[in-house]
């Protein structure tokens, strides 16, 4: 190839940017969750300093200033960690949606037999630890908290994954990515049943006719997002004034976000071979030919990616690297005193998720593949399938979250240092774990030392 043909190539080539190196859409997710996993740790560990410091009054207080607005006699006011855990975590649960239904409409598990798999395991992993939570507080005061061991934190079991590079396989990483993915999702609707107040049936079906009004716009051809981001707003606000609880409508939103293109790629060919040089004769209204056909080009290029691929693109890193952090910051503060413990339910908190959370993923992954109802990839093995589980024991952010909704102000700290140490020895085990099961491969492919 000649200097001049190179040359022409590049130019025919946008320049390139991160995001351009990271293009794959499970690529993109999978390396921002890992990232997103050092910032999380990084706050976790701030709040935890400040909340044992001479800090911890004013800090621990901040949290807790009320936020609001009224119109007449509607008033709506949270106190700021409300305002996180209920209002931006709804973006959190969305995002978790998009990928779910990306996932299963153009990605990775659009087989049935391969995504019986981790829902098969995600089903274990949220019944087997709440089952031997409630075994260990049934008639306790701890006992409605049984939520909080169902859930594990996607950036933190995506970051420690991270962490061991090319001893895991990309079919185990999508494998752990799905099941977080499946059992947040599960989390979130379990919340939505069991830890909703009172419903007020007027606002519930106001929000209905929200979303059947966002259907109808989606199919009469709206794509700006901003009408869409004010209408779900409306929905979140009737969602939580019917006492269901607000972050459903995160998933319901997620999951109605059209997953197919508008343009296709012989459209989007046909529309740039129309960028030409056209005679620079004006058009009513002030512009040129060749400008109208450039801002046909660039909203046909725009339009190649579905809404719910361009949302997804849009929201990672500010659900990665400020979300959740953020929510962190705000919930992991906790006074590491052992006066105000009550070590029954610390202990039931970290048994079911230590122990649980494995066991039922590795129990209904067998009776799945057993039943010939999912297929295992050869590349995953039941020692690092078992690594994995015990990995997923690190529920963290959706086990604070619905701590919080679970347990008072007497049992809050407790049930919080239950999830620390099960997030910690989940850890450290599974990554033992993973390091001796894939210790056999690692040499295989790197043959033996002289």
Same mark, same amino acid.
């Given at each position: 190839?000649?200097?001049?043909?190179?040359?022409?190539?590049?130019?025919?080539?946008?320049?390139?940017?991160?995001?351009?190196?990271?293009?794959?859409?499970?690529?993109?997710?999978?390396?921002?969750?890992?990232?997103? /996993?050092?910032?999380?740790?990084?706050?976790?560990?701030?709040?935890?300093?400040?909340?044992?410091?001479?800090?911890? #009054?004013?800090?621990?207080?901040?949290?807790?200033?009320?936020?609001?607005?009224?119109?007449?006699?509607?008033? !709506?006011?949270?106190?700021?960690?409300?305002?996180?855990?209920?209002?931006?975590?709804?973006?959190?649960?969305?995002?978790?949606?998009?990928?779910?239904?990306?996932?299963?409409?153009?990605?990775?598990?659009?087989?049935?037999?391969?995504?019986?798999?981790?829902?098969?395991?995600?089903?274990?992993?949220?019944?087997?630890?709440?089952?031997?939570?409630?075994?260990?507080?049934?008639?306790?005061?701890?006992?409605?908290?049984?939520? @909080?061991?169902?859930?594990?934190? @996607?950036?933190?079991?995506?970051?420690?994954?991270?962490? !061991?590079?090319?001893?895991?396989? #990309?079919?185990?990483?999508?494998?752990?990515?799905?099941?977080?993915?499946?059992?947040?999702?599960?989390?979130? !609707?379990?919340?939505?049943?069991?830890?909703?107040?009172?419903?007020?049936?007027?606002?519930?079906?106001?929000?209905?006719?929200?979303?059947?009004?966002?259907?109808?716009?989606?199919?009469?051809?709206?794509?700006?997002?901003?009408?869409?981001?004010?209408?779900?707003?409306?929905?979140?606000?009737?969602?939580?004034?019917?006492?269901?609880?607000?972050?459903?409508?995160?998933?319901?939103?997620?999951?109605?976000?059209?997953?197919?293109?508008?343009?296709?790629?012989?459209?989007?060919?046909?529309?740039?071979?129309?960028?030409?040089?056209?005679?620079?004769?004006? %058009?009513?209204?002030? /512009?040129?030919?060749?400008?109208?056909?450039?801002?046909?080009?660039?909203?046909?290029?725009?339009?190649?990616?579905?809404?719910?691929?361009?949302?997804?693109?849009?929201?990672?890193?500010?659900?990665? =690297?400020?979300?959740?952090?953020?929510?962190? =910051?705000?919930?992991?503060?906790?006074?590491?005193? %052992?006066?105000?413990?009550?070590?029954?339910? @610390?202990?039931?908190?970290?048994?079911?998720?230590?122990?649980?959370?494995?066991?039922?993923?590795?129990?209904?992954?067998?009776?799945?593949?057993?039943?010939?109802?999912?297929?295992?990839?050869?590349?995953?093995?039941?020692?690092?399938?078992?690594?994995?589980?015990?990995?997923?024991?690190?529920?963290? @952010?959706?086990?604070?979250?619905?701590?919080? !909704?679970?347990?008072?102000?007497?049992?809050?700290?407790?049930?919080?240092?239950?999830?620390?140490?099960?997030?910690?020895?989940?850890?450290?085990?599974?990554?033992?774990?993973?390091?001796?099961?894939?210790?056999?491969?690692?040499?295989?492919?790197?043959?033996?030392?002289?």
């Amino acid at each position: 190839m000649t200097n001049h043909q190179q040359a022409d190539k590049a130019e025919t080539r946008l320049p390139e940017e991160f995001l351009d190196r990271v293009s794959e859409p499970v690529g993109r997710f999978l390396s921002i969750k890992a990232a997103s /996993g050092a910032v999380l740790l990084l706050f976790t560990v701030a709040a935890l300093v400040l909340s044992n410091s001479p800090l911890a #009054h004013p800090f621990l207080n901040a949290w807790e200033t009320p936020i609001g607005f009224q119109v007449g006699s509607w008033e !709506l006011a949270r106190t700021l960690r409300d305002w996180i855990n209920d209002g931006l975590m709804t973006l959190f649960f969305f995002l978790i949606s998009l990928e779910l239904k990306r996932s299963i409409i153009l990605g990775e598990l659009r087989s049935l037999r391969i995504a019986a798999l981790p829902i098969s395991a995600a089903i274990g992993g949220m019944l087997v630890p709440a089952l031997l939570y409630l075994m260990m507080q049934v008639g306790q005061p701890g006992q409605h908290g049984w939520g @909080t061991v169902m859930a594990s934190d @996607t950036a933190f079991v995506i970051g420690c994954l991270a962490l !061991l590079g090319s001893r895991v396989s #990309h079919q185990l990483r999508l494998f752990m990515l799905s099941l977080t993915i499946f059992d947040d999702i599960g989390a979130i !609707l379990v919340v939505t049943i069991g830890y909703s107040s009172q419903i007020v049936w007027p606002p519930l079906a106001l929000a209905a006719i929200g979303i059947a009004l966002m259907r109808a716009m989606t199919i009469i051809g709206f794509r700006g997002f901003p009408i869409f981001f004010f209408v779900g707003a409306l929905i979140w606000l009737a969602v939580d004034a019917s006492g269901v609880q607000a972050t459903i409508t995160g998933v319901v939103l997620g999951l109605m976000t059209p997953a197919h293109r508008w343009v296709n790629d012989d459209r989007l060919y046909a529309i740039l071979n129309q960028v030409i040089a056209y005679p620079d004769t004006d %058009l009513p209204g002030g /512009g040129t030919r060749d400008r109208y056909t450039l801002q046909v080009a660039e909203r046909a290029a725009r339009e190649t990616l579905s809404p719910l691929e361009r949302l997804e693109i849009l929201l990672h890193p500010w659900v990665g =690297f400020a979300i959740i952090p953020l929510f962190a =910051f705000a919930n992991t503060g906790v006074t590491l005193s %052992l006066d105000n413990i009550d070590g029954a339910v @610390t202990t039931a908190v970290l048994v079911a998720l230590v122990i649980g959370k494995p066991v039922g993923i590795i129990v209904f992954s067998w009776l799945a593949v057993s039943s010939k109802i999912a297929a295992r990839p050869p590349e995953v093995g039941w020692a690092t399938l078992a690594g994995g589980g015990m990995i997923a024991g690190i529920g963290f @952010t959706m086990a604070l979250y619905i701590a919080n !909704l679970s347990f008072g102000e007497d049992l809050i700290d407790s049930a919080k240092l239950g999830i620390f140490l099960a997030s910690a020895v989940s850890a450290l085990a599974g990554f033992a774990l993973l390091i001796w099961a894939t210790a056999g491969a690692t040499r295989a492919v790197t043959g033996p030392q002289t």
